[in-house]
């Protein structure tokens, strides 16, 4: 695993001067690749979906290419990401595929890329003491399941929810008061 501390360090030092677009790319972007490094995922494969300032839906911080794609509700009962910020915990998903799901997000193409399926799924709370703002999902895609490789484990959703946990205060930090989406 990589180092946790290098990117804490970093992440004091871009958030001193305060919220800007700037800052908040720059942690969201370090965030991804951290778990992109630590997973062996590309980076349509980390997702960052925050709430708005009702929690009534979550928007995309990342990745990039779906930002703008729409929000998700968190009354959703298809919803992944609307379950694990309702029901407050992590989980696991290695049979994504065959669990009920929305699957409008899995259809918009990256930039250049085709569409991979999302075959595992594992995610969990943004949290900062009190203030719960989003979730983080790590998913596995490819043209089949063995293509997506390994299973995600506990010990995967345990080093998942720690680690998120070391960076969301400073991801709080500089969140935008009125996040939805798209940074305007």
Same mark, same amino acid.
């Given at each position: 695993m990589k180092d946790i501390n290098l990117l804490i360090e970093k992440m004091k030092m871009v958030t001193s001067a305060g919220q800007s677009e700037k800052t908040f790319k720059s942690v969201v /972007? /370090?965030?991804?690749?951290? @778990?992109c490094d630590n997973f062996e995922l590309q980076v349509d494969e980390v997702a960052l979906l925050l709430t708005d300032k009702d929690n009534m839906v979550l928007s995309f911080a990342a990745p990039d290419f779906l930002v703008n794609a729409g929000m998700i509700p968190i009354s959703?009962?298809?919803?992944?990401?609307?379950?694990? %910020?309702?029901?407050?915990?992590g989980m696991i998903e290695n049979n994504f595929n065959q669990m009920k =799901? &929305? =699957? &409008? %997000?899995? @259809?918009?193409?990256?930039p250049g890329e085709k569409i991979r399926k999302i075959w595992k799924m594992m995610s969990t709370i943004l949290r900062s003491g009190e203030v719960k703002f989003g979730i983080i999902e790590l998913s596995r895609k490819g043209a089949s399941m063995h293509e997506a490789g390994e299973d995600f484990s506990p010990e995967n959703l345990e080093f998942l929810e720690s680690s998120i946990q070391e960076f969301a205060p400073y991801f709080l930090k500089v969140l935008p008061g009125d996040f939805r989406g798209k940074l305007v």
């Open positions: /972007d /370090d965030i991804v690749k951290f @778990y959703s009962p298809d919803a992944f990401a609307a379950r694990v %910020f309702k029901m407050n915990r =799901h &929305l =699957h &409008l %997000f899995e @259809y918009i193409k990256g």
